[in-house]
Structures are given as structure tokens and as C-alpha cells.
């Protein structure tokens, strides 16, 4: 990890690198904008309402604290970025609207979102129709990027992510009979329990049952029930906040202990009230805010200055999104979509709040997991996987 002052040079230095640059044109197509464009505009699609509204509030917040910052040291190029930001409801097909008026009635030169994985998807094929750049923050599923050249994540892939939690379970917690629980209609959660299933019997491991549910449960007394007649050493858990907050609530109800969860970083968003009910459970993540390194420590003064709360894993995957975004813009030997668009493929060790992003040929980043347990009420800081 850089230590604070590196940080915040590298950061400074990226951005007067990219001011001293000429000013060309900007717009929200392949080809060039008229050249009296002022600022650069950015459009991003979150879920700012409906089910997983937690989710696009954080990253949101993540992303003006960045712009911000971008902007008081005179923006990129002479000229301030400027988001546009959409609310698709948490919706898939809202999410593909939201990115066709983003491009077609903003102009925006290029994306950020989505956070789920199931509206980052049919968003990313839009933008890589039109030939508009997106960098989505906190997507994991692995299909996401695969949709075209101009989708990119910030964020680890959930084959790194299942198989991380899977040698969590079975190596260091030495749980060698596993129950799975995850929603077979969501394409995040259906594709972290398929990784961990098959980790878990690479390392010798045994998932002795597994069920799943449809995304309009509410009510999991009975999936809970068989998953403790079953007797696993531990449950998995590859869900959303939404589903996972009544799952630890009624699991403690019918005596199956918190502490026998593991999940992944769909459980970020959950309320404090909620979090009391999850004691002693494990998450992968992408960050920890009580992570000692001086950069995150850093940017958890700043966004708490700010918003008066701490950051949760999504509000830092968005600050680096667009920290990664803006720099690319900079470095960008043209002002198009197309010019953006190459210039985030060649991100190499840019540092960010979440670790240093380089993009790979698949247009990934390569991240560390983050391991955080529930402590009285809060995340925890456990440890870190090094990514392969």
C-alpha cells in the first residue's frame, strides 16, 4: 500500500500531467463534439431508488467526492467534469434506457455503473453499441466486460471472488462441509455460488446442500431449516443486502447462528440495524474502512467530512471509478470516446482508495479481497487475498 503523501502525489501528479494537455473536443458519440464544449460530461446509471438503492446512494457519493476533488484542481484538461446521473430503479430494463438517454440526449462522453451486475450488463451493451466507454464499479460477474472493447471494471471478478471465499471457508476456517443459500435468478449470485461450489470440492471440501430462491422471496424460515438439518460447519451466502438482512434475522430466529455466514460483497449496503443480527459473520469485500493503510485512512477523513458518515466498499469503488476515469481522459491523445476509451485500456498502477488499478486484456481490474467480519455492529478489518 502507498503510504499518504505518495498517494497524494501520484493522484496530484495525474492530474497537472492532464491539465498542462491541449483542450480538444469532447462529445457523447465516437466522433468528436463541437469544440465550444466546456466541460466534460460524464453520465452514470445507479440504482438510486427501489430495491438496491443503498447500493447507487453510496457509490454516488463516492463519485461527487471525487469529481470534487477533480475539480478544485482545475478539472482535466482546463476543463471540469460534470455527471449526469440517472436513477434506473434498480430496474435491468430501466438501466438500458437510462444509457441510451445518457448517450442520445446528454452526449456524455463516457459512463459509470452500474453497480449490479444484472443492470450493468444490458447497460454495457448499449454503451458498447454506441461506442461509448464504461467503467462499471463494483460489477463482478464475469460476463459484464465480455459484452464488448468499451466495457471495463474497477473492481475484482467473481471467479476470483467465489474461489477467495471458498479457501476463506475451507483453509482458514477450516469448515469442510459447506451449505450454499443464493438467488438462482440473479446473475451475481447465481455465478458466486457456482465459483465457490467448485473451490470448495477443489480443496477437499464437501457442500453437503444447497438451495436456492427467486429474487421476490421474502421469506427463508424454510430454506433455513434444511440448511441446518443438513449440520454444515458453514453457510454461504452470495446474496444482496436486501435478501441477506431478513435471511440473518430469521436464521437467528429458528437458532442458526450469525457466525456460521459467509457471503460476499453484495451484503455491503446493509443497515447498522441490521448488521447487529450478522455478529460474527464473514464477507469478501473490496474494502475495509478500518484498514490501517494510510490511503484509505486518508480518503475515510475526506468522505466523512463531507457526508458526516463512514464510506462503505461501494462508495470507494465509485471515488476510484471516476479517479480512473478522469485519469484517463487526461492521458487520452484524443478527445473522443474512442481516444477515452484507449487511454482506460492502458491504465496501469493507478492508486486507488481499493488497491492500484491495471487493466487487463479482458478490461478487468486485478484486485485484492478484502476479508471484513461483523464486530459489535460494524465491519471489521480480518485480512487480505492477494489477487493471481
Not at 457519493?61 to 434506473?88: C, H, Q, R, T
Not at 451449505?179 to 453437503?208: Q, W
Not at 430466529?253 to 453484495?266: K, L, R
Request: hydrophobic share 40%; charged share 25%.
Amino acid at each position: 500500500m502507498f503510504g499518504r503523501r505518495r498517494w497524494i502525489s501520484a493522484l496530484t501528479g495525474a492530474l497537472v500531467a492532464a491539465a498542462t494537455l491541449g483542450c480538444g473536443n469532447s462529445g457523447g458519440s465516437a466522433g468528436a463534439a463541437p469544440a465550444a464544449e466546456k466541460e466534460w460530461k460524464v453520465g452514470a446509471f445507479l440504482s438510486l431508488s427501489g430495491a438496491d438503492a443503498q447500493f447507487g446512494i453510496d457509490t454516488r457519493e463516492g463519485i461527487e467526492l471525487a469529481v470534487e476533488e477533480i475539480n478544485a484542481k482545475g478539472g482535466v484538461k482546463s476543463k471540469p467534469i460534470k455527471v449526469i446521473f440517472e436513477d434506473d430503479k434498480s430496474n435491468p430494463q430501466e438501466a438500458t434506457n437510462k444509457v441510451l438517454q445518457l448517450i442520445d440526449r446528454d452526449k456524455v462522453v463516457a459512463i459509470l455503473g452500474e453497480v449490479a451486475s444484472s443492470r450493468s450488463k444490458p447497460g454495457g451493451i448499449v454503451a458498447n453499441r454506441k461506442k461509448i466507454p464504461m467503467i462499471t464499479p463494483s460489477s463482478t460477474n464475469a460476463d459484464v466486460t465480455k459484452v464488448g472493447p468499451f466495457v471495463f471494471r474497477v473492481c475484482f471478478v467473481d471467479d476470483f471472488q467465489g474461489q477467495a471465499g471458498a479457501q476463506f471457508a475451507v483453509t482458514t476456517l477450516a469448515k469442510k462441509k459447506v451449505a450454499i443459500l443464493f438467488a438462482s435468478d440473479d446473475l451475481y449470485s447465481s455465478g458466486l455460488a457456482k465459483e465457490f461450489r467448485d473451490e470448495v470440492k477443489k480443496r477437499g471440501g464437501e457442500v453437503v446442500i444447497e438451495k436456492s430462491f427467486l429474487q421476490t422471496e421474502t421469506n427463508f424460515t424454510t430454506y433455513i431449516n434444511e440448511l441446518k438439518d443438513a449440520k454444515p460447519e458453514a453457510i454461504y451466502a452470495p446474496v444482496y443486502y436486501r435478501h441477506m438482512a431478513p435471511i440473518a434475522k430469521q436464521a437467528k430466529a429458528v437458532g442458526v447462528s450469525a457466525d456460521m455466514f459467509i457471503g460476499g460483497d453484495g451484503w455491503d449496503g446493509m443497515a447498522p440495524e441490521d448488521l447487529v443480527n450478522m455478529e460474527g459473520a464473514y464477507m469478501t469485500t473490496h474494502y475495509a474502512s478500518d484498514d490501517p493503510s494510510p490511503r484509505v485512512q486518508d480518503f475515510l477523513k475526506r468522505y466523512q467530512a463531507k457526508f458526516k458518515r463512514e464510506p462503505s466498499a461501494l462508495a470507494a469503488n465509485g471515488y476510484d471509478a471516476a479517479a480512473v476515469l478522469a485519469d484517463a481522459i487526461g492521458r487520452a491523445k484524443t478527445d473522443t470516446p474512442e481516444g477515452i476509451r484507449d487511454a482506460i485500456a492502458e491504465t496501469k498502477d493507478f492508486p486507488g482508495v481499493t488497491g492500484n488499478t491495471t487493466m487487463d486484456a479482458e478490461r478487468n481490474a486485478k484486485k485484492p479481497i478484502v476479508i471484513v467480519s461483523v464486530k459489535d455492529g460494524k465491519h471489521k478489518f480480518h485480512s487480505t487475498i492477494a489477487p493471481k
